[in-house]
């Protein structure tokens, strides 16, 4: 017969066997948490939630927070922000399935007088996914919105106007974005929102140059010019 005394209470940790406590966490919490889900016993859960929060491990009690380490907002004044979800890399607007008017009000103009709402819709930064698409599912414009001198120089008057705030921030330099603009009736221009988050202090630009730009002509519906959303890609 052969026996060896080993004193654990004299072994030093291992650098290479790091990972050990954490394998061994997350089997006791798999195993706790089968029992608890026959059981349903408050001390299963107990145990599961400071395994996960002494081992920073996921369970059903525990999660992770992401907190930023730069603070965006230094003031006393919060913002809200929409932040859409955007599809895939790759993958196309037609992939959830809408018809042709809401491919339309995604890469145009879209009225704000709406059947389904009854009457004239206020546009504002609530603006969201859910009301352009019901939106786009009614009487399209007869005529978009025009910039003077195209599209295309207008997006250049944006570019300019915020060179020497996007210095600041090379993060965004050469990514693609969709602004939403309101259109009044009288050609005057507004920032909805942007479908990427941007720094507080860019927006704020963006939202003024917007509003500085020269009027467009308005969309119009039986002849008459009618306020509406015109949504570009903008490449910064």
Known sequence: KYSKTIRLNQEKAVDENAALPYLWAREKIRTMADFNAVDNNESYQKKIIDLGLNYNL?????????????????????????????????????????????????????????????????????????????????????????????????????????????????EYHHKTMRVYIKVDAKGNLSLIRTSMFVHQKLHTKLAEVIKNADPWTPAKQNGKPIESVYQMSLTM
């Open 58 to 170: 996921l369970t059903d009690y525990t999660s992770f927070v992401a907190v930023d380490s730069e603070i965006r907002n230094t003031g006393d004044t919060l913002v809200s922000i929409k932040q859409p979800l955007p599809l895939p890399e790759g993958v196309p607007n037609t992939a959830i399935g809408q018809n042709q008017q809401y491919r339309h009000a995604l890469t145009g103009a879209v009225s704000l007088k709406t059947r389904a709402m009854g009457s004239h819709t206020r546009v504002d930064e609530e603006l969201t996914d859910d009301m352009v698409f019901e939106m786009a599912q009614t009487e399209q414009p007869e005529s978009d919105p025009v910039p003077p001198g195209g599209i295309e120089k207008f997006k250049k008057y944006i570019l300019d106007e915020l060179q020497e705030t996007l210095k600041n921030y090379p």
